[in-house]
């Protein structure tokens, strides 16, 4: 107890420090995503006889993968109410919707790249493959670890209960994943929607 | 738990739940939109683009304010001024690729290969001979004189560098038609098939390609002369 009195302190200005330490590396992320989507936007037209977007995608699937998306991003918000609250039933419930939605999303997106290399369109078929796979790829992967990240703090909430640390971690958690929705909503614009009126 | 409760502020700082719900609600709204447009081909060309991406933006800005809670961090909000510095890098990167490539795409690539010809002619002045560079020829080079006069020519070869050039002056009153290459072989020389010369005036070509080259008079194919041109 006498630990979390003396953290309790400092506790402002640190947690304004691990905020702002947290949001340097959203933004050069961010910037990561940024140059995947300008090589997005030079190359999707470079097919090479391969299929182009418009062959590819299928526009309910990616609606249904926004959807499920935003939807995470609001129970990652309400479980941070319920975090903030100190309330533990609450954090579990709507971070475990959470969980749930991430993982049906990335369940739909690996479904979608199952079924595009089964027909023999993969990363090397052309540029637009390459750099389709590429952003979305990534995007993929940091859902992936940003579920990973969800289920061991989740594990520790469950095990010691909400404290100082957990709400904070929550807090960062819940910032990567309303950025992840950001980010995927320019690839459901640039890639996914794009793809059927250029 | 209530340590919890006690060292979090569940006050102002943060949005509660109705900040979210609003969220939520017009990020709902902001994909279904375009979505809806671009599934039903509603409108179509640049104005759908500039639609959707606008929504796009619109959504962004609905996910930083009612979840992120961007601007609400007491001054001086580094965090802001992070994100805008950001946000000009991302719009230097991908509005400057988009349009050098675009540039570069429309500079490099050829419709067919009489556009390259054309274009180098034009715009690079690069004289080319079936898509072969000659080189450009310039400064002052050594010109000589063929007269045509009846059935003749004078002198009926000639020895010559690149980039020299060769004067055809007809003395009579009539035209004559220079052919290059023999009478059952047309060739081109320097792109050319045949040099009309009205009366009593003078055509001069720039002998651009190497080799010994044949011409012969339209009207008489007997009357024929040659030239040889040598690197300088």
């Known amino acids: ?37 300008a090589v997005y936007a030079v190359l999707h037209a470079n097919t090479a006889g391969g299929p182009s977007g418009r062959d590819l995608f299928s526009q309910p699937m990616a609606l249904a993968e ?35 939605l991430g993982l049906a999303f990335l369940s739909i997106e690996l479904y979608e790249f199952r079924e595009f290399i089964h027909e023999g369109h993969t990363l090397a078929t052309s540029a637009f493959l390459s ?53 995927w909503i320019f690839i459901f614009t640039v890639v996914y929607l794009m793809a059927f009126i250029l | 738990m209530s340590n919890a409760k006690h060292n979090t502020t569940p006050k102002a700082e943060h949005g509660a739940t109705p900040s979210y719900v609003t969220g939520f609600i017009l990020s709902l709204i902001f994909t279904i939109i375009p979505y809806y447009l671009v599934a039903n081909h509603v409108i179509a060309g640049m104005a759908i683009l500039v639609t959707i991406l606008g929504f796009a933006l619109l959504q962004m800005a609905v996910q930083i304010i009612f979840f992120l809670h961007l601007g609400r961090q007491k001054s001086p909000n580094w965090q802001l001024f ?52 000659t080189g450009a020829c310039e400064g002052v080079h050594t010109t000589y004189k063929v007269t045509l006069k009846g059935n003749t020519i004078t002198p009926s070869h000639i020895d010559a560098h690149l980039c020299d050039r060769i004067s055809f002056i007809n003395e009579d009153k009539d035209a004559h038609y220079i052919m290059f290459g023999s009478f059952e072989q047309p060739r081109q020389y320097g792109g050319e098939d045949m040099l009309t010369i009205t009366n009593r005036r003078a055509k001069t070509i720039v002998l651009n390609e190497l080799g010994t080259h044949h011409f012969h008079d339209h009207m008489n194919a007997r009357t024929t002369g040659d030239f040889a041109v040598t690197p300088n």
């Open chain 1, 66 to 100: 926004t959807l499920i998306l935003l939807t995470s991003s609001f129970t990652a918000g309400l479980g941070m109410v319920g975090a903030r609250l100190g309330n533990k039933k609450q954090v579990l419930t709507w971070f475990g919707i959470t969980f749930a």
């Open chain 1, 131 to 183: 750099s389709f796979f590429v952003l979305v790829g990534t995007h993929g992967l940091h859902i992936t670890s940003g579920l990973l990240w969800m289920a061991i703090t989740l594990a520790f909430v469950v095990k010691r209960g909400l404290n100082v640390h957990l709400v904070r971690k929550l807090n960062l958690l819940s910032l990567f994943w309303h950025f992840l929705d950001i980010v």
């Open chain 1, 1 to 37: 107890m006498e630990v979390a009195e003396h953290e309790e302190r400092h506790e402002p200005e640190y947690k304004d420090r691990v905020m702002f330490g947290f949001w340097v590396y959203l933004m050069t992320d961010l910037l990561m995503f940024t140059v995947l989507f």
């Open chain 2, 82 to 133: 992070f994100f805008i510095s950001t946000f000009g890098i991302i719009l230097v990167v991908v509005v400057a690729s988009i349009w050098i490539m675009h540039h570069l795409h429309h500079n490099m690539t050829p419709v067919t290969t009489a556009d390259v010809a054309k274009r180098l002619v034009e715009n690079e002045g690069i004289p080319q001979i079936d898509g072969k560079k």
